[in-house]
Each structure stands twice: as structure tokens, then as C-alpha cells.
């Protein structure tokens, strides 16, 4: 089960999905792109999706949704968590908090309009159509989230085996994320891809061979 970063939204997990062995069944969990929702209204929404699964289930939590899979880690079907590119506490300094987020993701949309329309092709115009999806508001509050989440007793507490999925050019998650994740709780696993914060979009094939091999470790 895919839970999606800050945009939400399923677009950017396509190269994935497009690499996905036939043997999975992929399933993507959007979040409301015109409703603001915090951390706990987003985990009871994938509890609910999770409650109509009847097996076995890996979360894959991308960025934003990192401490969200760790908040779910007890939830129904749950039997592995893939961390991606991600955090259990505000990934840089909390003063980014304080920045005018609605404003720089109301520019950001604009700035996807001309991209999508004259640059329709690569990830940065599939970037922009997605961030587009989204109010500016519900973005915001997402930014405003980040910096005031904290999942390390989830982290500390969880009942099943985590791997994270670090990207070794990751300008947005800084390295010593991962390095705090792996002191709160050592039985966490790191896979690293040579690639920015993005990596399920640049690195799908070594992706799903990292996931199958977690899967393999399960059994």
C-alpha cells in the first residue's frame, strides 16, 4: 500500500507502479486535496482502507508519510513498513515553519501551469500537474505539519520490521534523519540509492528489488 508524500496525490508513484511485478496488488492511498487534515484525520482514513484488505500488507511511506505508516504500524493487515526518503520529526530547522507556505505553493502552482503547457513531458512537468491538483491551502497545512510532527514513540514502539530507503542526494531530508531513525530504533534496515529525494520516480526498478527483498526477509 502506497501512502504518497506532501502532493498526496497518486501521479507521482506511476513509474512504480508501472515496474510492479504482477504478482503484487498495488494500491495507492490519495489524501483529500481540498480538505486540510492532520496526521491522526490522515490515519484513520488509511485505517478505514486498510479494514476492506483482507491479507497481508507492506506500507510504503514516501516522505510526508513517513511518520504516517509508523503511526500505523498496529493497524489491521500491517506486516511491514518501507520508510522512503523520510523522517520521524521535522527534517531540517523548525523555523521553516514560519515561512509563507501558501504563498511560495500558490506560485508553484502558477509555475506548473506554464511548465505542464510547454514543457508535457519528464518528471518536473508530472511535478507541477500534481502539486497543481492541490489547494494551496491543503499544502500549507501539510508544510505546517512536518514541522510539528513527532513519530519516534511509534518509531521506538513498533511491532513490525522496518526498512528505509535513503536517497544519497537527498537535498530535502537531510542525511542525519536516517541516522536518528536508526538510533531511536536499531532493528531498522537502510537501503541507499544513488539518486535525489525523489527516488521512487528515478530508481523504480531498484525499488521493487529492495522491496521484494524485505518481503523474502519477512517470510
Given amino acids: 500500500m502506497l501512502l504518497p508524500g506532501l502532493n498526496g496525490t497518486e501521479g507521482l508513484f ?16 490519495p489524501y483529500p486535496t481540498h480538505r486540510k487534515c492532520s496526521y491522526q484525520e490522515l490515519q484513520h482514513l488509511v485505517e478505514d482502507r486498510l479494514m476492506t484488505i483482507d491479507t497481508s500488507v507492506i ?5 510526508f508519510a513517513g511518520p504516517l505508516a509508523l503511526k ?8 511491514g513498513i518501507v520508510l522512503v ?23 508553484a502552482a ?19 500537474a500534481e502539486l497543481h491538483r492541490v489547494s494551496a491551502d491543503v499544502m500549507a497545512d501539510r508544510m ?4 510539528a510532527v513527532d513519530a519516534t514513540a511509534e518509531l521506538s514502539q513498533c511491532s513490525v520490521p522496518v526498512v528505509y530507503f535513503r536517497a ?5 531530508v537531510p542525511f542525519w534523519n536516517v541516522r536518528r531513525i536508526v538510533k531511536i530504533n536499531p532493528q531498522v534496515a537502510v537501503a541507499d540509492f544513488v539518486t535525489t529525494h525523489f527516488l521512487l520516480q528515478s530508481k523504480p526498478q ?10 523474502e526477509g519477512l517470510r
Avoid: M
Fill in 14 to 29: 506511476t513509474p512504480l507502479l508501472n515496474s510492479a511485478p504482477d504478482k503484487y496488488s498495488v494500491v495507492c492511498v
Fill in 59 to 63: 506500507l510504503v511511506g514516501e516522505s
Fill in 110 to 128: 502558477f509555475s506548473g501551469r506554464i511548465i505542464s503547457r510547454y514543457w508535457p513531458t519528464g518528471f518536473l512537468s508530472t511535478l507541477s
Fill in 168 to 172: 544519497t542526494k537527498d537535498l530535502l
Fill in 72 to 79: 500505523l504500524h498496529q493497524a489491521n493487515g500491517v506486516v
Fill in 144 to 147: 505546517h505539519s512536518v514541522f
Fill in 206 to 215: 531498484q525499488a521493487w528489488r529492495e522491496i521484494e527483498s524485505f518481503i
Fill in 85 to 107: 526518503a523520510t523522517f520521524v520529526s521535522p527534517p531540517t530547522l523548525r523555523i521553516g515553519r514560519w515561512l509563507p507556505w501558501r504563498g511560495l505553493f500558490s506560485v
